[in-house]
C-alpha cells in the first residue's frame, strides 16, 4: 500500500492513555482529534472518575472510551483518581507509583481490543512499555515538556549542575548552549534529592529508564519554535523525538454566534471590555500550584494598585481574598471561581496579557493565540519554561521570585510592563510572529503536518517488517 493511505491515518488503530491530571490529559483529547480527522481508530484509556470529561471531551467522535479499575495508595482517599484532587501535591509520587496497579487490567484491555498499531501513553505511566513490549505493539511516550526544557535537563545533568556542591542560585553556563545560564534553582526541589528512601526517587528509578527504551516520544510542540533544541534531542538522544504539536489547534473556533443567555458571566464581562477597547490580563496558576494566603493577598493587592483590568481564576476554595477586594476592582478586575476553558479567553480579543505559572499547556496555548505571558513559575519545569519565555522566544517578562515570594510590588510593576511598557510591546509583537507560525505548522504542509505523516508511515513501516519476521 502507498503511504498516503498511511499517514491520511486510514487501518491504523491507535491506543492513547494519559497519566491522570487534566495538564497530561487534555493535550492526547486534542491529539485523539487530529487523529479521527485523518481517518484513524482511537481508544482511549481512562479511569471510572475521570470517565465523564473524557466522555464530554470526545462527544460526537467516533473514539472508543474504555475504562480501567485503579486502586490507589493507601494514604491517597479511595474516591481520588486525579493529581487535581488531591488534597496535596507533597502526595503526587504516591499516587504516580500506583498506577501500575493498573498494568494487569490494561494488559486484559489490549487482549481484547483489536489490533493496536501503536500506542501512546503518557510518560509518566513507565509500566505502560511493559505491556506495550508483551504485546509487541509500539509505544510512543507522550512526554508534556519542551524540546528546550528536555535538553536544558540533560545537559545539566551531565555537568553535575543538579548535584554539584554550588550554592543553589549560583549560575552555570551550558556547554553545549553557551548563551544559556542555569541554577539549581531552575529544576524542582525533588529533581535535587538524592534519599533513595523516598517515592520521589522510586518514580524516577522506574519511569527515567522506560523513556529511550520506547519507540518514540511525542512532543507537544513544533520545529520552528525550538529548531536548535528538537535538532539536539534528535541528534545526541534515542528514541527520536517527533514534534507534531500545538495539539491546542484541534479544537476548532466555532464561527456560531453564541447568545448571551448561554454565555458565562466572565465571558460577557471579557465582551464588554472589548467593546470598550480596554486590554485584559488573565490571571491563572493551573490546577496543581499550592500558594499560601500571604502570596494570594500579595497578588491580589499588586493587580489593584496596576490599576490594568484583569480576569483571575482561581480554583481552590483555601485562597481566600481579603473582604472587599472584590467590590474594590469590580470595575475592572472579576474573580473566577468556576472551571474555565483556558483557550477561549486567550482567543478573546480583549485579552493582551497572561500571568502564567508556565507549565507547557499554557506557554504553547498563549503563543498559540498571540498573547504575551507575564512568566511566574511554581513547580516541576515550570523554571525553564520562564527562561524559555523570557530568553529563547522573547514572548515575555519573568517575575523576580527573591527567596520564593513575590511581593505586590513586582506584580503590579511586571503586570504594567507587560500591558503598558515598550517591553510589553516588543514581546506581544514576537509572539504575533510566533502564533502565525504555530498554525503554519499544522496546516497541510507544514512541519508538524509532515512529521506527523512521516510518524504514520514510519510506525506503518514497523509494523508490516514485523509481520513479515513471524
Known amino acids: 500500500m502507498g503511504s498516503t493511505r498511511f499517514a491520511d491515518g486510514s487501518n491504523f488503530h491507535i491506543v492513547l492513555f494519559p497519566f491522570m491530571s487534566k495538564g497530561h490529559t487534555i493535550p492526547l483529547l486534542h491529539f485523539a482529534k487530529i487523529l479521527l ?18 466522555t464530554h471531551s470526545l462527544a460526537d467522535t467516533a473514539a472508543t472510551i474504555a475504562t480501567l479499575p485503579f486502586l490507589s495508595s493507601p494514604d491517597i482517599p479511595a474516591s481520588i483518581e486525579s493529581t487535581d484532587k488531591l488534597p496535596s501535591m507533597s502526595l503526587f509520587f504516591q499516587f504516580a507509583l500506583s498506577t501500575s496497579s493498573m498494568q494487569a487490567p490494561f494488559e486484559q484491555l489490549l487482549q481484547t481490543l483489536p489490533r ?33 526544557s528536555v535538553s536544558l535537563h540533560l545537559e545539566a545533568r551531565i555537568q553535575g549542575i543538579l548535584s554539584g556542591a554550588q550554592p543553589e542560585n549560583e549560575l552555570n553556563t551550558l556547554t553545549r548552549f553557551p548563551w544559556i545560564k542555569l541554577s539549581k534553582e531552575d529544576f524542582d526541589a525533588d529533581l535535587r534529592k538524592q534519599n533513595p ?12 529508564p522506560t523513556i529511550p527504551q520506547s519507540y518514540g516520544i511525542l512532543v507537544n510542540s513544533f520545529y520552528e519554535l525550538e529548531p536548535t533544541f528538537v ?10 523525538s517527533w514534534c507534531v504539536g500545538p495539539f491546542c489547534f484541534a479544537e476548532t473556533t466555532s464561527s456560531r454566534k453564541v447568545d448571551d443567555s448561554v454565555k458565562p458571566n466572565w ?15 488573565y490571571v491563572a496558576f493551573g490546577s496543581q500550584a499550592e500558594i499560601s494566603r500571604e502570596q494570594v493577598e500579595e497578588i491580589a493587592i499588586g493587580l489593584e494598585e496596576s490599576r490594568v483590568c484583569f480576569l483571575w481564576v482561581i480554583r481552590k476554595e483555601e485562597w481566600g481574598l481579603a473582604e ?12 473566577v471561581r468556576e472551571w474555565v476553558d483556558q483557550r477561549e479567553i486567550l482567543r478573546h480579543e480583549s485579552v493582551e496579557g497572561f500571568v502564567s505559572h508556565c507549565g507547557w499547556n499554557s506557554v504553547l496555548e498563549s503563543v498559540c493565540c498571540g498573547v504575551p505571558i507575564v512568566a511566574w513559575p511554581m513547580m516541576a519545569e515550570q523554571f525553564l519554561n520562564a527562561r524559555m519565555v523570557e530568553e529563547e522566544l522573547g514572548v515575555g517578562l519573568r517575575v523576580e521570585r527573591g527567596d520564593g515570594f513575590v511581593k505586590r510590588e513586582e506584580v503590579r510593576k511586571k503586570v504594567r510592563e507587560l500591558m503598558e511598557g515598550e517591553k510589553g510591546t516588543r514581546v506581544r509583537e514576537k509572539v504575533r510572529e510566533l502564533a502565525d507560525e504555530a ?12 512529521t506527523l505523516n512521516a510518524l504514520l508511515h514510519h510506525t506503518r513501516q514497523y509494523c508490516h517488517q514485523k509481520e513479515t519476521e513471524h
Open 37 to 54: 480527522r485523518r481517518s484513524a481508530a482511537v481508544t482511549f484509556v481512562t479511569t471510572p472518575a475521570n470517565r465523564p470529561f473524557i
Open 116 to 148: 493496536v498499531s501503536f500506542m501512546v501513553t503518557d510518560a509518566f505511566l513507565w509500566w505502560t512499555l511493559h505491556s506495550a513490549n508483551k504485546f509487541s505493539i509500539p509505544r510512543f511516550a507522550h512526554f508534556g515538556m519542551s524540546c528546550y
Open 197 to 208: 528512601n523516598t517515592p520521589e526517587h522510586h518514580f524516577f528509578a522506574n519511569f527515567s
Open 231 to 240: 535538532d539536539h534531542v534528535n541528534t545526541h538522544y534515542s528514541p527520536k
Open 267 to 281: 465571558m460577557m464581562w471579557l465582551d464588554k471590555r472589548g467593546r470598550e477597547k480596554r486590554g485584559v490580563v
Open 324 to 335: 472587599g477586594f472584590e467590590e474594590r476592582v469590580k470595575e475592572r478586575g472579576v474573580v
Open 439 to 450: 498554525r503554519k505548522a499544522v496546516e497541510e504542509g507544514g512541519s508538524s503536518w509532515c
